[in-house]
């Protein structure tokens, strides 16, 4: 390996000395070709499910199950999609998981950079331990945590005016709650680590000026972590919307179920219609990839995860 | 000298003051309170709760019954789908760790050398990572189903149509396929994000140096990545080993599909109901993720105490 290195460094120093770059340059866009064949397959292979799932819905029946799905189209149409909308209620369903996502982020990101915000800007004592207590509770596998809640929420109360089953169990409260405590380890580390590479002098002039500990995090440092919570926000939005198993725990009645489960009313007793399903794929799929593409440009430069340079 | 440390006990003063005057010990006091206990209700009481659960048997509705190891004993001997779950976790974990992960980290240094287009790549590989896996699950019986799957239209095996999620020998490995085509977007852009912020001054030293394009990655670029590399490491364990909605969409995991998330889901709210054995399997798996949990916290400390 060292011979390598002080074989090519004299070359390689020789022809920026020539001023000759053309020869280095060669080689190199030919593996800049390369580099575009092999992504564009990796990313045609990534999308072929979607679009494939996409183009089903799109197909009668009786025009796939003849021929196949990887066959030419006879007939195109949005039939499906009216169908799937109606059918299967997904209205109601996604207002129902708008009902848990909205809240479970926003207070999940509201507790979480407050939190990060006095382990890594006002530096409290023992703030290592509080984020290792969130972080390592992150971490655990949910299922160890399914029985004795499900226990809890079964015993804990509720009036009718928050929850119809007059338990926590069944209600949205009790799927919201979960989520948060489950989501804000990932999400004090995060803005932990963001929190760290904001210059310290932005707050010691907010102290000089008199501010209170709420002014220091509401106003002055909040602000500043405007792109890491938006990757937050998009990466929790989408994690607690696909969420399958709290809901599928906590909640009985079918009418509160949210949109992931909906997918199961368009399987039919006896007969399944695989486009018709691809339909509401399709359209249950769809906020969260319209989430993330409106977002994606803030996506990279907020997720610092633990960067080196802090 | 006097003067000094009448200067440092006033800014210590001041320093407690700012700490320490009571609208702002309030705030602290309530806004880290509510996480804690939040976190100590939801997650930490139930871990303990579960681990004390394992040692019983109970039913959901009547007494609780202290049975000891019993539960732990029935699991190994008498319970068949207990050790292919094991085995299927620990294939699953191998699988993401040694394809999925690195093949990640491929694609985001490749779009990280700035070629063009980037922007598309990256979107289309990510676009996995935000399907729910009920819907991945679904387009896994399109693609791989046995009247109409693509795959199998493909092959143009008509007769004799392989069943890709049927066949207890293939489907895990379908399913991995599958989860793999998540993760490795996830993967991709937490490398892409890290990569970012890698101090650009450090590659041009290390080109002036004469390192080749591998050198330069595998002995300047992937160490100073060590922060995401732990994180990515945690993540891919975790998933591995909380892997679960895949499966459940596909089968229920069954036949084959077996893993331990399942059974302990099975048995807890399952019609059998077998509390304290679920809470068995929940702490078998609370186990081996407490393992990886404890290094992950270990490097943190380590790195908090660089920083």
């Known amino acids: 390996m060292t011979a390598d290195i002080r074989t090519t460094s004299p070359a390689a120093r020789g022809r920026s000395l020539a001023g000759g770059d053309r020869r280095g340059e060669h080689p190199r866009r030919r593996g800049r070709f390369g580099v575009h064949i092999f992504l564009m397959a990796v990313s045609l292979a990534f999308l072929a499910p979607l679009l494939l799932a996409v183009y089903a819905s799109l197909r ?71 984020l290792m207590f969130f972080t390592a509770g992150n971490l655990l ?166 960067s080196s340079k802090g | 000298m006097r003067s000094v440390a009448l200067k440092t006990a006033r800014r210590a003063g ?32 139930p871990t303990l709760a579960s681990i004390g659960l394992s040692f019983t048997s109970w039913d959901g509705i009547g007494d609780i019954h202290w049975v000891g190891g019993e539960n732990y004993r029935n699991l190994v001997d008498n319970y068949p789908p207990f050790w292919p779950a094991v085995r299927h976790n620990l294939l699953w974990l ?92 996830y993967v991709m852009i937490l490398y892409l994000a890290g990569l970012k912020s890698v101090d650009p001054t450090l590659k041009e030293a290390a080109a002036i140096d004469g390192a080749n394009a591998r050198q330069t990655f595998f002995r300047v670029v992937f160490p100073t990545l060590r922060p995401v590399n732990v994180i990515v490491g945690v993540i891919t364990v975790i998933e591995s080993l909380r892997a679960f909605d895949i499966v459940y969409a596909v089968n229920k995991g069954r036949n084959g599909l077996e893993l331990l998330s399942v059974l302990i889901t099975d048995n807890v709210i399952g019609e059998a109901s077998r509390i304290g054995f679920g809470s068995a399997i929940a702490v078998v798996l609370l186990t081996v993720s407490l393992g990886f949990i404890v290094t992950f916290l270990v490097q943190e400390l380590r790195g908090a105490r660089d920083r």
């Open chain 2, 94 to 185: 191998a699988f993401l760790g040694l394809i999925a992960t690195p093949f990640g980290l491929l694609l985001a240094v490749l779009i990280d050398r700035g070629v063009r287009f980037s922007r598309f790549y990256q979107s289309t590989l990510y676009m996995p990572v935000v399907l729910s896996l009920a819907v991945v699950g679904f387009m896994a019986q399109l693609i791989l189903g046995t009247d109409q799957g693509v795959v199998n239209t493909i092959l143009n095996n008509h007769e004799n149509p392989i069943d890709w999620l049927g066949d207890s020998d293939l489907n895990i490995w379908m399913m991995m396929l599958a989860a793999s085509w998540r993760h490795t977007g």
């Open chain 1, 60 to 130: 009668p029946y009786e025009e796939t199950a003849q021929h196949g799905y990887f066959s030419l189209p006879e007939h195109l149409s949005f039939d499906y999609y009216r169908e799937a909308l109606s059918d299967s209620g997904m209205g109601e369903y996604f207002k129902n998981t708008l009902v848990i996502a909205v809240p479970a982020v926003l207070i999940t990101l509201f507790l979480a950079s407050f939190v990060a915000f006095a382990v890594s800007r006002i530096k409290v004592r023992g703030g290592i331990v509080l």
């Open chain 1, 141 to 306: 596998p949910p299922q160890v945590l399914v029985t004795p809640l499900y226990v809890l929420f079964l015993k804990i109360p509720l009036p009718w005016w928050m929850s119809d089953s007059l338990t926590m169990y069944d209600s949205y409260w009790a799927v919201i709650i979960v989520n948060i405590g489950f989501q804000l380890g990932f999400c004090v580390f995060v803005l932990a680590n963001f929190m760290r590479t904001l210059p310290q002098e932005i707050l010691e002039a907010a102290i000089v000026d008199g501010a209170g500990l709420w002014t220091q995090f509401w106003r002055i440092t909040l602000p500043l972590c405007r792109p890491a919570l938006a990757a937050l926000g998009t990466l929790e939005f989408t994690w607690i919307y696909n969420d399958f198993l709290w809901a599928l725990i906590f909640i009985s009645n079918p009418d509160k179920l949210p949109i992931t489960s909906s997918l199961n009313n368009l399987r039919g007793q006896f007969f399944t219609d695989y486009n018709l399903l691809a339909a509401g794929s399709v359209l249950v799929a769809l906020p969260t990839v319209l989430v993330f593409l409106l977002l994606q440009r803030h996506f990279i430069a907020g997720l610092t995860l633990g």
């Open chain 2, 14 to 45: 001041r320093r407690r003051s700012r700490r320490f005057t009571r609208r702002d010990l309030a705030v602290l006091v309530v806004l880290l309170g509510i996480p804690v206990l939040l976190d100590i209700v939801i997650i930490w009481g």
